[in-house]
C-alpha cells in the first residue's frame, strides 16, 4: 500500500495536498476527490489507519525510525503539511471569492467535479445490476443532502469538536464536502474566521475532534475497499454525481438568515440558468468567463488522472 519515493517525490505529495486544502476549503468540493483522482486515495486510508495502540506501542519498543515507517509518517507529514498550508494561506482568497465572483469560483468547482465523476467510475470494472443500483443511490443520496437547509448551532466546545470529527469523515470521502457539512451545521463561517484570525484555542479544538473522527472512520474505509471496492467506488462515483446541486454556479436566494454576527447570510437558493441569474438578482452572470474556468476544471482533472494512469 505504501510507496516508495524521493524527495521529488514527497514534494508532489505535497502539491497535492495543497489542492486538497484548497478544496476542502470550499462548500461543496471534497478533498477526498482530489486525493482520489490524484492517485493517493488507498494510500491515505492506509496510513491514518496504521496511527493506532498497536503502531504507537513501537515508539517505546523500537523507537521512532520503526513508529515512523510504520505510520508511513513521510508521507502523512508532507500531504498534512501541504493541506494546513492551503488552508492557512488560501483561507481569505476562498473568501474574497465566494464574496465577490462565487459564478467563477463555483464554475471551477464544477468542472472538477463533473471530471472527477468520470475519473472514479472509470475504475468500475463491472456496470452490474448492483453497482448500477449504488451509484443512483449515492447520486440521490448526495442532491437531498446539499438540498438541505442550513442550521445554525452555538459554537460551544462540544460543537466544535463534534463538528471537526463529522466534517473530517466527509472530507476524506470523495463527493461529500466536509466544508458542506459545516454550513450545514452553521459552523462554516465561525471556523473560517477562526482560522483566518488564528484562534488557536478554536482551532485545537477543531483539529481534536477531526483526529478522533479521521481515525475511526478510515478502519471502515478501509474495511468497504478491501472487501467492497467496487460497490464503493460505485458509491462514491453516484456522491460525485449528485453533489453537483451544490455546486451549480449559478443560484438565486430565495430566503436569508442572520448569522451570530448580525450578518445577512443565504438561507435557501435555487438553482437557476445564468440568463434568469441576471434577471432575477441584478447581478452579472460572468458566463464566459464561468464557462472557461469549468473547461479549466474539467481540464486538470483530466491532465491529473492522465499522469496518474501513467505512473500506475
Same mark, same amino acid.
Given at each position: ?7 521529488? #517525490? ?7 495536498? %495543497? ?7 470550499? $462548500?461543496?468540493?471534497?478533498? #477526498? @476527490? ?45 500531504? %498534512? ?30 468542472g472538477l467535479i463533473l471530471a472527477s465523476t468520470w475519473s472514479i467510475a472509470r475504475h468500475i470494472s463491472s456496470w452490474n445490476t448492483q453497482n448500477s443500483v449504488l451509484f443512483i443511490m449515492g447520486a440521490l443520496l448526495a442532491y437531498i443532502v446539499t438540498s438541505l437547509t442550513p442550521t445554525e448551532i452555538e459554537a460551544t466546545p462540544l460543537a466544535i469538536f463534534l463538528s471537526g470529527g463529522i466534517a473530517i469523515c466527509a472530507m476524506i470521502?470523495?463527493?461529500?464536502? #466536509? ?29 481534536? #475532534? ?7 472512520? =478510515? ?14 467506488? =460505485? ?16 443560484? &438565486? @436566494? ?11 447570510? $443565504? ?9 434568469? &441569474? ?30 496518474? @494512469?501513467?505512473?500506475?
Amino acid at each position: 500500500m505504501k510507496q516508495q519515493r524521493n524527495l521529488i #517525490g514527497y514534494v508532489f505529495v505535497m502539491l497535492k495536498g %495543497l489542492m486538497m486544502g484548497a478544496a476542502d476549503a470550499v $462548500p461543496g468540493v471534497s478533498g #477526498g @476527490t482530489i486525493a482520489f483522482i490524484t492517485g493517493i486515495y488507498e494510500e491515505l486510508i492506509f496510513s491514518i489507519r496504521q496511527c493506532n495502540p498497536k503502531t504507537l506501542c513501537l515508539l517505546f519498543t523500537k523507537g521512532p525510525a520503526s513508529f515512523w515507517q510504520a505510520i508511513n509518517g513521510n508521507f502523512l507529514i508532507s500531504l %498534512l503539511g501541504g493541506i494546513a498550508v492551503s488552508i492557512l494561506t488560501l483561507a481569505h482568497a476562498v473568501l474574497f471569492m465566494l464574496e465577490n465572483y462565487p459564478e467563477i469560483l463555483w464554475a471551477f468547482f464544477f468542472g472538477l467535479i463533473l471530471a472527477s465523476t468520470w475519473s472514479i467510475a472509470r475504475h468500475i470494472s463491472s456496470w452490474n445490476t448492483q453497482n448500477s443500483v449504488l451509484f443512483i443511490m449515492g447520486a440521490l443520496l448526495a442532491y437531498i443532502v446539499t438540498s438541505l437547509t442550513p442550521t445554525e448551532i452555538e459554537a460551544t466546545p462540544l460543537a466544535i469538536f463534534l463538528s471537526g470529527g463529522i466534517a473530517i469523515c466527509a472530507m476524506i470521502l470523495p463527493g461529500i464536502s #466536509g466544508s458542506f457539512i459545516l454550513l450545514l451545521l452553521g459552523m462554516y463561517s465561525f471556523i473560517l474566521q477562526s482560522i483566518k484570525g488564528f484562534e488557536f484555542n478554536t482551532i485545537l479544538l477543531f483539529a481534536a #475532534g477531526a483526529v478522533a473522527g479521521l481515525l475511526s472512520f =478510515s478502519h471502515v474505509l478501509h474495511w468497504l475497499f478491501s472487501r467492497y471496492r467496487l460497490a464503493t467506488l =460505485s458509491v462514491m462515483s453516484g456522491f460525485l454525481l449528485g453533489s453537483l446541486n451544490k455546486v451549480w454556479p449559478w443560484k &438565486y @436566494t430565495t430566503a436569508y438568515t442572520l448569522n451570530r454576527h448580525g450578518d445577512q447570510v $443565504p438561507l435557501v437558493q435555487e438553482n437557476v440558468s445564468p440568463f434568469n &441569474y441576471e434577471v432575477l438578482t441584478g447581478q452579472h452572470a460572468y458566463l464566459w468567463m464561468s464557462v472557461i474556468m469549468l473547461v479549466v476544471g474539467v481540464a486538470l482533472v483530466l491532465l491529473i488522472d492522465r499522469d496518474v @494512469t501513467s505512473t500506475d
